[in-house]
Every structure is written in structure tokens, then in C-alpha cells.
């Protein structure tokens, strides 16, 4: 089993340019592809309702109802449950650590997708959607905070990119099960796949930085060295880590939180904000909803559980690529790609629905929105989709990582639940055509706050990133307390 290879087994990783081979360790890839399981399920979560709301309105066995009010409410609930998740995660991260606390989400997915398929009323589905939403808040805060203290940064954008793919499998498996299954046993398969990913957990060690905050400095030499190879000197790293924490105590007069507020601190937590909020603003779960009526008014025969299907395989080829040029292009110039390509084909939406509008024959042109919502989710995935929870890992100081990843997160699925929320009321306010250019024009303005406003990390250090913000005067712990070479996702 590949489990039992050597902690000192490496991959090689060539760089661009004539930068020197990173060498990364299979321990850190083993790292990375055990919370990118726990991302699996995060994926999977999102997108039960896509097949399952269609199952329990079709089964006749249902012992329940489920209106049209009721499906939205299950639809939505998920979304705003996490982010009371995100909300208690960074708390939980500082307390009982990173593991413990994506470790700790297992149970409870297992338990949630238990009550959904025992589900003998929608009180029921609702509170197993909710259960189901609380640990997804706390996992997309946890996994990148923990990817981002392992990883080396010379490969922490391939590794850090692989809870985001991992994520889009789970999608794709659910599209395809939801096929052949019904929705109950879509969550019985729902409540299997945590239990991977929970004995993957129990192999992994805690990050070295948090064993740092705690004063167990010898665990954090042996948590490090597990990461980086037997063979590896850990001794500057771990005496950076460990200088760089004693100086951030030492220029601490203030609680977590209130150092939220301090100067140095507000540009990144503006730039992770920002980032998020031009992820979901820039309507991809609306599109995704409409992907249905675009393969309908495309003239597409295709069977709608199909359409989901080719949109979920292009989600999840997409990130794939990402992972493999993140590295190489940078964080900025897959962002541009992202923001142009969306805000192009958004724009093209619109015009096109516009157009049908009018009354024009639009059949010969019925290729236009299909080719559209590929090109829309390919340039998704590439940037805006995995990006800003990457970054968040990135940018956000140390000292306040916990509380500030909380606040991003919790604003993240704020912003998801109002564009869930208010979709239908705003279509039929403005109609398609105006939701989408309005989609278009916010992604536009995405695409200027990321020129202005957003840093490149590729290859950098935590604490050249850190040193970015604060200057080079004051030599914050923050960043660097999670080593020159962490960092992921």
C-alpha cells in the first residue's frame, strides 16, 4: 500500500524558469490528499440537492411533501448553516487545533447524511441539510489553514489546489449517483465517505505552527520532520517558526479579534473579503442553476441529469489544470484569465436571452449559451472558484489567522446564501438577460480589484507574503511563524 511508503520517499517537482527542483516529500502529499477527502464530502454536500430535491418530489413513496417553498428552504439551509460553521471554526482551529477540528467534522457528516436518509418528515431533511452545512463551515475554514502550515511554498499552489479538485469530484460523484439512485440512498453513499477521510485524519499530525502556539516544541520538531523527510535538517525552519512566534506574542497587546482592526491587518482581510465576495457575486451558483433552461433554450435533447453531468466533468477537469499551472502562471494571471472569460461569456448570456426576448428566432444560434456556460465554468474553476480560499491560507497573518479565516468564511457563505436566496426574485425583476449582465458587470469590477488590489504569492514564503503588508521594519511572527515553506489552499 502506498501508505506504508517512507516518510523520506520525495516527488520532484520542477519549477518555472531556472528555479531549482522543489523536493516534496510524500508525507506532504499524504497530508494534502487526506483533508482533500474531508473536501470530497464538502463537494458532495453542495450538491445533493441538485438530483435529490428532483427525487423526493418524483418518489412516490415519500412519506412527505415537498413544495416548491419547502425545496428552496432545503436547497438554502445548507449555505446558511455554514456559516454559523465558519463562525465557530477559527475559534476551533486556535483551541483544539487544525486536525482535531477537521477530524472532529466526521462524525456529525456520518450522523447528518443518517438523518436525511431516515427522513420520515422535511423537519427532518432540514436538519440533517443544516448538521450537513455546519461542518462544511468549518471544514472550507479548516482545510486551508492546514494545507497552508505544511506545505512548502514552492509547491503549496499544486497541493493547495487539491481540496478544490477533490471537492469537484465529490460534485461529479453525486451528478452521476444521483442517476441511479434515489434520494435517500444517495445519502446512505453520502454518509459513507467521510469514514475515508476520518482514518486518513488519525495518520496525519497536527501542524507544526499550532504545536509552536501551544509550547510543544517537541512535538513541533516531530510534526515537522514527518512533513519534510527523515533525512531533512529542520533546524532553521523550526528556529524561524519559533523566533518569528516569540516576536508576535511580544507585539500583542490585543485580543484576536481587535487585532482584526489593526492597520497591517485590515489590507489582507480586505483583499480574502473582496476575493470572496467576487467568487459567489460573480453568480455561479445561479448559472449552475440555470444550466437546465440553457441546455433547453440551446435546442439540446440531452436529458437534464446529462447536461449536470457534462457541467460537473468540465468543473472538475478544469481545477485539475488549474493545480498543474498555478505554480507556473501565478495566482494574479489565472485570476485575469478567470474574470475575463466569465465576464465574457456572462455578458453573452445576456445578450443572447436579451435577443430571445425580443421575439427573434434564436435557434440557428442555439450553440451560443451551451458553448457559453463551458467556457463560463472552465474559467470558474481556473480562478475565482479555487483561488480565494488558496489565498486566504496565504495572506492572512498568522497571529489572526483563526479569527480573520472565521470572518472570511462566514462572509463567503453569506454571500452564497443571498445569491441562492434571491436568484428567482431578482430574474423576475430584471429578467435572465439582466441578471446575467449584472453578474458580467460585477465580475468586471472583480477583475480591476484583482489588478489593483490583490498580491502575487507564487513561490514566496509566508513571511516575504506577511512582510508584503507590514513592511519591512517590523518583522511579524505572524507569517513566518508558519515557516518560509507552509502553506496550501
Known amino acids: 500500500m502506498k501508505i506504508l511508503m517512507r516518510a523520506d520517499t520525495h516527488v520532484n517537482i520542477e519549477l518555472p524558469g531556472n528555479a531549482p527542483v522543489a523536493k516534496c516529500t510524500f508525507t506532504q502529499v499524504l497530508a494534502a490528499l487526506s483533508v482533500s477527502m474531508c473536501s470530497m464530502v464538502v463537494g458532495y454536500s453542495s450538491s445533493y440537492t441538485s438530483p435529490g430535491l428532483v427525487s423526493m418530489r418524483d418518489n412516490a413513496t415519500a412519506t412527505f411533501e415537498v413544495t416548491k417553498e419547502t425545496g428552496m428552504w432545503i436547497g438554502s439551509i445548507m449555505p446558511l448553516s455554514a456559516l454559523f ?146 533525512g531533512t535538517d529542520i533546524t532553521d525552519e523550526l528556529s524561524s517558526v519559533q523566533k518569528l512566534h516569540t516576536e508576535s506574542e511580544r507585539n500583542v497587546s490585543q485580543g484576536a479579534f481587535m487585532q482584526l482592526f489593526k492597520k497591517n491587518h485590515l489590507k489582507p482581510l480586505f483583499i480574502s473579503l473582496g476575493l470572496m465576495f467576487f467568487q459567489q457575486f460573480s453568480g455561479i451558483n445561479a448559472v449552475i442553476f440555470y444550466t437546465v433552461q440553457i441546455f433547453r433554450d440551446a435546442g439540446s435533447s440531452i436529458d437534464e441529469n446529462i447536461s449536470t453531468i457534462v457541467v460537473g466533468i468540465v468543473n472538475f477537469i478544469s481545477t485539475f489544470v488549474a493545480a498543474s499551472v498555478i505554480d507556473r502562471l501565478g495566482r494574479k494571471m489565472l485570476l485575469y484569465i478567470s474574470a475575463i472569460s466569465m465576464c465574457l461569456t456572462l455578458f453573452t448570456f445576456g445578450t443572447f436571452f436579451y435577443v430571445k426576448a425580443t421575439g427573434v428566432d434564436v435557434t440557428a444560434f442555439g450553440w451560443i449559451p451551451l458553448m457559453s456556460l463551458i467556457i463560463y465554468v472552465i474559467g470558474f474553476s481556473l480562478g475565482f472558484g479555487p483561488i480565494p480560499w488558496l489565498m486566504m491560507g496565504e495572506i492572512l497573518p498568522v497571529k489572526i489567522r483563526g479569527s480573520a479565516a472565521s470572518v472570511a468564511t462566514a462572509f463567503n457563505w453569506s454571500c452564497t446564501f443571498v445569491v441562492t436566496k434571491t436568484y428567482e426574485d431578482i430574474v423576475s425583476v430584471i429578467g435572465p438577460y439582466g441578471t446575467f449582465w449584472m453578474f458580467g458587470t460585477i465580475v468586471l469590477v472583480g477583475f480591476i480589484f484583482v489588478i489593483v488590489s490583490v498580491p502575487e504569492t507564487r513561490g514566496r514564503s509566508l513571511e516575504e507574503i506577511e512582510k508584503r503588508f507590514t513592511g519591512p521594519v517590523r518583522r511579524m511572527s505572524a507569517v513566518a511563524n508558519m515557516k518560509p515553506m507552509p502553506m496550501a489552499c
Do not use: H
Open 85 to 230: 460553521g465558519g463562525m465557530i471554526g477559527g475559534p476551533s482551529i486556535e483551541y483544539i487545533g487544525r486536525r482535531n477540528t477537521i477530524l472532529a467534522t466526521a462524525l456529525p457528516f456520518i450522523a447528518a447524511w443518517l438523518l436525511i436518509s431516515l427522513a420520515a418528515n422535511v423537519a427532518m431533511v432540514l436538519a440533517g441539510r443544516a448538521l450537513c452545512g455546519f461542518c462544511v463551515g468549518i471544514a472550507s475554514l479548516s482545510l486551508p489553514v492546514y494545507l497552508g502550515e505544511t506545505i512548502q511554498a514552492e509547491v503549496r499552489g499544486t497541493l493547495g489546489l487539491l481540496p478544490t479538485a477533490f471537492g469537484n469530484t465529490g460534485i461529479l460523484v453525486c451528478f452521476i449517483a444521483g442517476m441511479y439512485l434515489d434520494w435517500r440512498n444517495l445519502a446512505l453513499l453520502g454518509a459513507a465517505l467521510p469514514i475515508p477521510f476520518m482514518i486518513l485524519m488519525f495518520v496525519i499530525p497536527e501542524t507544526p505552527r499550532w504545536y509552536i502556539s501551544k509550547g510543544k516544541t517537541k512535538r513541533a520538531r516531530k510534526s515537522l520532520q514527518w512533513l519534510r523527510g527523515k
